[in-house]
Nanobody, 126 residues
Framework: QVRLAESGGGLVQAVGSLRLSCAAS????????MGWFRQAPGKEREFVAA????????KYTDSLKGRFSISRDNAKNTVYLQMNSLKPEDTAVYYC???????????????????WGHGTQVTVSS
């Protein structure tokens, strides 16, 4: 059974930082692209960042480039999202997801991801 477990969320003040982790089990982690998405109240789930199976290619939503960084450790079956200079508009539930059929470039669309975690809440106060 595939399980993706996010952790590291919480309450942080604006301009602070958080590092989210997503521990995967039940799959061959090194074969999957991994993505982070977020969903704010009343809004659709949106793409944040993704990394290919090898860790050599990443993608970010344009508005987050330079503040967020995705990485992975295949030996630990874990993907990370480093979030710096946080803003109140970054408040959302953050989800990690795994894409089994990715190529060299990771996908940015939700429907291409096969497995999802339950999410971790990030709240940024002003």
């Amino acid at each position: 059974q595939v399980r993706l477990a996010e952790s590291g969320g919480g309450l942080v003040q604006a301009v602070g930082s958080l590092r989210l982790s997503c521990a995967a089990s039940g799959l061959t982690f090194s074969s999957y692209a991994m993505g982070w998405f977020r969903q704010a109240p009343g809004k659709e789930r949106e793409f944040v960042a993704a990394i290919n199976w090898h860790g050599s290619n990443t993608k970010y939503t344009d508005s987050l480039k330079g503040r967020f960084s995705i990485s992975r450790d295949n030996a630990k079956n874990t993907v990370y999202l480093q979030m710096n200079s946080l803003k109140p508009e970054d408040t959302a539930v953050y989800y990690c997801a795994a894409d089994r059929d990715s190529g060299w470039y990771p996908s940015t669309v939700t429907y291409e991801y096969d497995y999802w975690g339950h999410g971790t809440q990030v709240t940024v106060s002003s």
